[in-house]
Nanobody, 121 residues
Framework: QVQLVESGGGLVQPGGSLRLSCTVI????????MSWYRQAPGKQRELVAR???????SHADSVKGRFTISRDNDNNAVYLQMNSLKPEDTAVYYC???????????????WGQGTQVTVSS
């Protein structure tokens, strides 16, 4: 009923930038918190940034000052602008959204398919 479609990953040199996008499509009545997570090989998935419907946001200490999360409520989209990328940012990045479906009765959690970000020279 709902899909989170991600784009924007790729290979970038240290110090470079990437912008990830995630659009929620399907029978969406409303979106609540939207987040970006990442998972590096051999590590647990970790929260990178989250943003409320009103735009208030928080970022992991490891990315503060370098990454910025934003959202477009009219288009059911969330973005992650990543600047000054480091090799340790290499991971699969996942979009997450709390969704109230049309005709639904509760918030449900949905995940994107993941997009690979590789930072290497």
């Amino acid at each position: 009923q709902v899909q989170l479609v991600e784009s924007g990953g790729g290979l970038v040199q240290p110090g470079g930038s990437l912008r990830l996008s995630c659009t929620v499509i399907g029978r969406v009545f409303s979106l609540n918190v939207m987040s970006w997570y990442r998972q590096a090989p051999g590590k647990q998935r970790e929260l990178v940034a989250r943003i409320e419907f009103d735009g208030s946001s928080s970022h992991a200490d490891s990315v503060k000052g370098r990454f910025t999360i934003s959202r477009d409520n009219d288009n059911n989209a969330v973005y992650l602008q990543m600047n000054s990328l480091k090799p340790e940012d290499t991971a699969v990045y996942y979009c997450n959204a709390e969704v109230w479906l049309v005709g639904g009765s509760a918030w449900n959690d949905y995940w994107g398919q993941g997009t690979q970000v590789t930072v290497s020279s």
